[in-house]
């Protein structure tokens, strides 16, 4: 479904009255809050015939049997006519498409379908029937996806591909979950196949066209999330072929065990991973808590925030709908995020829903915005001119998360993790003022930031850089960030009392606390950052360390890119021991400081930062906020500077602990205004 803007006249007329005719065009009847409307096809024995149905209002009940179309709007173009007994209405060819392909040759077909059931210039109405979509589509029989008619070099070979699905059953691919590499290992090692085993599943889906269906646009709505995961059946309709969901589900299983064992690509692998199966694994994780109440150890709010992330790059016409379309995915049960109105503009959507959340103490719709305001516009010349900017949303206040697609960074998340709880025992103390863009929460001031520096190189549009300049530049950035830091340092130990090289060290990482530090430096027992930062320091910025020494030793034989003479060959691969762990620190420190910025307070702390934190000199602050898990970056803003702008969350070494701040009689506590 894409209930997105209203479509141009003469698509639909006006709503009220009976059903009539007025010039041809057919008017409205007025829907009943609690019912719907269903499509009745009229049968027809020619493929060609035009499209006649009548439109019946009902409410949703057991007894009612219907199938509900999931399918892509396309271009707001509109060439097909539907005709009614009191008018016609103006359709897109999709959707007529679709229309003549599932009507019957003997008897009418009842379906719902978005852009005829719903009257899409009413606001009102649709606000209304948005609400009752999850319920639609969980009570039809079957829920039929439209990929549309195949070009004939497209066309399926549908008993291959359930030829497929049989075989993945046989091998034991029967749970999304599971373990499928291990699984198609030890069914290809029984047969002795090799990798012919292997390739030749692809071979067979390749020539069968599976392809064309999960690279299909359908995949990459943000719709169809909610329709197939509600759905109590799930058939896909591709020209004259129907495959059962099961069964497309058991194919891709099937392929995606091919790729992970011997990581053999196929065609529009992003297409396969990001869309297709990102959907089967989120339908099948949904099956067990949608619908109804039940113990969930998320809740309906931390559902939200993980679905939006979770779908942040699918697309939808209108992006109030980037909330409306997830609301069918929460627990029935649970408080009511917002209710669907296209009466209020994006932005009032956007801070509403915040709003809501906050009216319940959900806090981390902070560290959302935070996270969705993340956006940097590069300039291949950043390195050299300095610049970074960031796209803003003037619209939007900064305390409120911007799910637009255009307003996301695709894997953004904080590398020091979110769960410090740097309040342990206190709640958010929010204060909703008259005024919508603006809140009133209760925390403590830290200290200011007074200097900031960014990795600039790392952040260039379509870098790609070989691993040996990266390495280069990222020995030099952390060089000159020591002695830079080094040279600010008033005290010979750190604020806490610590020493000043372990706080840098513990910094440098957010602390070690993180997932991918503990994957990557957690065995056999968890990594002390100063050592490791030491580690680094003999191997790669001591030029008589080993891993500086191959990759010059690459340099001096002109090998810059990591392929020589039409081999490839990397610097830090049959290193020693040490060398190794040093390179997966590098590779750690690119990750972490693609997204940060080191930062340092008047008092001499020490942390990660986002994005152009600090640019306005003397105006940032790190901010303790009660009920949050970690500390923000706040801006001073306004004729006065009395009020802040959520920068984003962050780390500040030795004082993430907020109980043990607040008796540091140094720090400010009292109530903070958000705009």
């Known amino acids: ?12 007329a006006g709503t009220g009255g009976q059903g009539s005719q007025l010039n041809g065009i057919y008017t409205f009847q007025s829907l009943d809050p609690d019912s719907i409307r269903l499509l009745q096809l009229s049968p027809s024995t020619s493929p060609s015939a035009e499209l006649h149905c009548d439109l019946l209002h009902s409410r949703l009940n057991e007894d009612l049997e219907y199938e509900a179309l999931s399918y892509t709007w396309g271009a707001s173009v509109f060439p097909e006519k539907l005709h009614l007994p009191d008018g016609y209405l103006n359709i897109t060819e999709n959707l ?3 229309l003549r392909r599932l009507r019957l040759v003997d008897r009418p077909r009842t379906v719902w379908a978005d852009a005829v ?25 079957t829920v039929l996806v439209w990929l549309g008619e195949p070009a004939s070099e497209l066309k399926l070979n549908l008993e291959a591909i359930l030829e497929l699905s049989r075989q993945a059953e046989e091998i034991g691919l029967t749970e ?4 499928h590499r291990q699984t198609l290992l030890a069914y290809v090692r029984g047969n002795k196949s090799g990798v012919l085993g292997f390739t030749h599943y692809v071979t ?4 069968a066209n599976f392809r064309s269906l999960y690279n299909h646009p359908w995949f990459t709505r943000m719709w169809t999330v909610q329709e197939a995961v509600l759905a109590r059946r799930l058939a896909i309709c591709y020209g004259e072929d129907t495959l059962e969901w099961a069964d497309f589900e058991k194919v891709m299983m099937l392929l995606k065990a091919v790729n992970d064992s011997i990581n053999l690509p196929f065609p529009d692998m992003k297409a396969f991973t990001h869309n297709a199966w990102n959907l089967i694994e989120v339908k099948n994780s949904c099956r067990l808590t949608l619908p109804g109440p039940g113990d969930r150890s998320l809740s309906p709010f931390q559902q939200f925030h993980t679905y939006a992330h979770e779908f942040r790059r699918r697309d939808c016409k209108d992006d109030r709908d980037r909330i409306y379309a997830l609301l069918g995915l929460l627990p029935e049960d649970g408080p009511v995020l917002i209710e669907p109105n296209y009466e209020k503009t994006v932005a009032e959507v956007y801070i509403e829903a915040a709003r809501n959340q906050l009216k319940h103490g959900q806090i981390t719709a902070l560290y959302e915005a935070g996270l969705c305001r993340r956006c940097v516009s590069n300039r291949p010349d950043s390195m050299r001119g300095g610049v970074v900017r960031r796209e803003t949303s003037p619209s939007l206040p900064s305390w409120v998360p911007d799910y637009r697609k255009s307003r996301t960074v695709v894997g ?3 590398r020091f993790g979110a769960d410090f709880r740097t309040n342990k025992a206190s709640l958010a103390s929010i204060t909703l003022t008259d005024d919508s863009r603006r809140i009133i929460v209760e925390g403590m001031i830290i200290d200011c930031i007074n200097f900031t520096k960014p990795a600039l190189f790392l952040y260039v549009q379509g870098n790609t850089e070989s691993h040996i300049t990266t390495f280069k530049r990222m020995r030099e950035f952390c060089r000159d960030l020591k002695t830079t830091y080094d040279s600010r340092a008033t005290n010979q130990n750190y604020p806490t009392g610590e020493g000043r090289t372990s706080a840098f060290a513990h910094a440098l990482v957010g602390g070690g606390n993180d997932a991918a530090y503990k994957k990557n430096f957690g065995f056999p027992e968890p990594a002390d950052p100063l050592s490791l930062w030491q580690l680094y320091e003999r191997q790669c910025i001591d030029e008589e360390g080993e891993l500086y020494r191959n990759m010059q030793e690459q340099v001096d034989a002109g090998n810059t890119g990591g392929i020589h003479r039409g081999v490839t060959y990397e610097f830090y691969r049959d290193a020693s021991a040490d060398a190794g762990r040093a390179w997966t620190y590098h590779h750690h420190l690119v990750s972490i400081f693609k997204h940060h910025w080191f930062f340092m307070t008047t008092d001499g702390y020490i942390g990660l930062a986002p994005f152009l934190t600090g640019v306005s000199r003397n105006s940032d602050s790190v901010v303790f906020l009660d009920g949050a898990m970690v500390p923000f970056v706040l801006r001073s803003v306004g004729e006065d500077r009395g009020d802040r702008a959520v920068i984003g969350p962050c780390y500040i070494h030795g004082v993430m602990d907020a109980d043990a701040a607040a008796r540091n009689s140094e720090f400010c506590r009292g109530p903070i205004a958000l705009v």
């Open 1 to 12: 479904m894409d209930v997105g803007s209203p479509p141009p006249a003469p698509y639909l």
């Open 96 to 98: 007529a498409s679709a």
């Open 117 to 141: 059931c719903i009257n899409q210039n009413d606001a009102v109405e649709k606000g209304r029937q948005v609400g009752r979509m999850a319920e639609i589509y969980r009570s039809a029989q």
């Open 176 to 179: 999304v979950q599971g373990a």
């Open 204 to 207: 067979i889906a390749n020539a």
């Open 412 to 414: 953004w998340t904080a």
